[in-house]
């Protein structure tokens, strides 16, 4: 198996009703992937794209579609689907293409365009609920997660104040990001919790938005690094996935047990035993507040129930001992699905060469870990990575 490291990366803006078209915010972000690598399709062996369900761009076959926005012409192309898990995953496919041997140099781009799903990308959902046990309580996604949270809330007695934290955190992070939705410097603990509440325990603020967006990678061998003089690779150190039962009714929501498994299959390749110790800063997934919390625990980077204490102390800061989100994730950057590749493996790619401009981790940084969740409560994709 071949060592893999990530050579360049890019990302358009995050914005709710972009004007571009998905194959144009493809090409918008594979450009200045391809820029920052200093390559040009010509030198790219394998394109690997990754984008949620068809119909958040209203149209079908998607992948066919926005193929050639990617620079998929007349080139080997594979798209990856693993729902909100795919940010992280598609990473992973292009790491096995190069890892495998079968391309020097892939090419993935993620792209998401929900302002075309309407009324609400949500709406795509009411078809995926078992028609017997889910359908007739007419569910929807957030009273779904809002359940979840509440759970865990309650097993661990975490108080919302101390999830509120979080997204004031993310935003605040978000203010230095060029891509930022809705980055927010001045946001309060107050202000979220005064803000609507759509499930309890659930409010507006506790969410990231709707996005549109794209964002790229380029991931090349070590004989391709060698051969291109690359200067600041940043390499695939262990990578994980793991998917669990369909229903989430027959679940505990309190703890994210794929992702721990994910996770010890991903430090596992890295050699990581004591990931605490061992993982100077994290990227986890952060649609909702509470998941930042719930998916540091389920990467093992503190006990069950203990991340909100260390939000609390200010440990998850840029600037503390284990940052947390420096991008602003999901809740401060926004929430292209799959697009969120950019927030997560490549702010990972970003920090750890140096190129994160202001929202650069003060401390020198060696190793960092992403995740991503999908599916119904029941996938996560873990990427670990190393200067």
């Given at each position: 198996?071949?060592?893999?490291?990530?050579?360049?990366?890019?990302?358009?803006?995050?914005?709710?009703?972009?004007?571009?078209?998905?194959?144009?915010?493809?090409?918008?972000?594979?450009?200045?992937?391809?820029?920052?690598?200093?390559?040009?399709?010509?030198?790219?062996?394998?394109?690997?794209?990754?984008?949620?369900?068809?119909?958040?761009?209203?149209?079908?076959?998607?992948?066919?579609?926005?193929?050639?926005?990617?620079?998929?012409?007349?080139?080997?192309?594979?798209?990856?689907?693993?729902?909100?898990?795919?940010?992280?995953?598609?990473?992973?496919?292009?790491?096995?293409?190069?890892?495998?041997?079968?391309?020097?140099?892939?090419?993935?781009?993620?792209?998401?365009?929900?302002?075309?799903?309407?009324?609400?990308?949500?709406?795509?959902?009411?078809?995926?609920?078992?028609?017997?046990?889910?359908?007739?309580?007419?569910?929807?996604?957030?009273?779904?997660?809002a359940m979840e949270m509440n759970r865990y809330m309650t097993v661990h007695k975490i108080k919302k104040e101390d999830i509120a934290r979080v997204a004031v955190k993310n935003k605040r992070n978000a203010v230095a990001h060029p891509a930022a939705q809705l980055a927010d410097a001045k946001i309060t603990v107050e202000d979220v919790l005064n803000s609507?509440?759509?499930?309890?325990?659930?409010?507006?603020?506790?969410?990231?938005?709707?996005?549109?967006?794209?964002?790229?990678?380029?991931?090349?061998?070590?004989?391709?690094?060698?051969?291109?003089?690359?200067?600041?690779?940043?390499?695939?150190?262990?990578?994980?996935?793991?998917?669990?039962?369909?229903?989430?009714?027959?679940?505990?929501?309190?703890?994210?047990?794929?992702?721990?498994?994910?996770?010890?299959?991903?430090?596992?390749?890295?050699?990581?035993?004591?990931?605490?110790?061992?993982?100077?800063?994290?990227?986890?997934?952060?649609?909702?507040?509470?998941?930042?919390?719930?998916?540091?625990?389920?990467?093992?980077?503190?006990?069950?129930?203990?991340?909100?204490?260390?939000?609390?102390?200010?440990?998850?800061?840029?600037?503390?001992?284990?940052?947390?989100?420096?991008?602003?994730?999901?809740?401060?950057?926004?929430?292209?699905?799959?697009?969120?590749?950019?927030?997560?493996?490549?702010?990972?790619?970003?920090?750890?060469?140096?190129?994160?401009?202001?929202?650069?981790?003060?401390?020198?940084?060696?190793?960092?870990?992403?995740?991503?969740?999908?599916?119904?409560?029941?996938?996560?994709?873990?990427?670990?990575?190393?200067?």
């Amino acid at each position: 198996m071949r060592k893999v490291a990530c050579i360049g990366a890019g990302m358009t803006l995050f914005r709710r009703r972009l004007k571009e078209t998905p194959k144009e915010l493809c090409w918008e972000a594979t450009r200045m992937a391809l820029d920052a690598a200093k390559l040009e399709m010509k030198d790219i062996d394998a394109v690997v794209t990754g984008s949620a369900p068809d119909a958040f761009d209203g149209v079908h076959m998607k992948g066919e579609y926005y193929a050639d926005g990617c620079g998929g012409f007349r080139k080997p192309i594979t798209r990856v689907f693993t729902g909100g898990g795919t940010g992280v995953f598609s990473p992973i496919a292009a790491w096995w293409h190069v890892a495998s041997g079968l391309a020097d140099i892939a090419l993935v781009v993620n792209e998401e365009k929900m302002s075309s799903c309407y009324p609400h990308a949500q709406s795509v959902f009411a078809h995926i609920w078992d028609p017997i046990l889910d359908r007739p309580l007419n569910p929807n996604l957030v009273w779904i997660f809002a359940m979840e949270m509440n759970r865990y809330m309650t097993v661990h007695k975490i108080k919302k104040e101390d999830i509120a934290r979080v997204a004031v955190k993310n935003k605040r992070n978000a203010v230095a990001h060029p891509a930022a939705q809705l980055a927010d410097a001045k946001i309060t603990v107050e202000d979220v919790l005064n803000s609507e509440v759509l499930a309890w325990p659930v409010q507006r603020l506790d969410i990231s938005p709707p996005s549109d967006g794209a964002s790229a990678l380029i991931l090349a061998s070590e004989d391709a690094v060698k051969r291109l003089k690359v200067e600041t690779p940043v390499w695939f150190s262990g990578v994980g996935w793991c998917i669990d039962s369909t229903m989430w009714t027959d679940r505990d929501l309190y703890f994210p047990r794929y992702l721990a498994q994910a996770s010890q299959m991903a430090y596992k390749q890295a050699k990581i035993d004591n990931p605490r110790k061992q993982i100077d800063f994290a990227e986890p997934y952060d649609p909702f507040d509470y998941k930042e919390l719930h998916h540091m625990e389920g990467l093992l980077l503190c006990g069950k129930g203990e991340a909100a204490k260390l939000t609390r102390e200010g440990v998850t800061e840029r600037d503390g001992d284990l940052p947390t989100c420096p991008s602003g994730g999901l809740l401060g950057v926004g929430n292209p699905i799959a697009a969120t590749m950019g927030t997560k493996v490549g702010e990972l790619y970003w920090q750890l060469s140096g190129q994160a401009g202001k929202r650069q981790i003060p401390k020198e940084i060696h190793t960092g870990v992403t995740n991503a969740w999908g599916d119904l409560m029941q996938f996560s994709s873990v990427v670990v990575m190393r200067a």
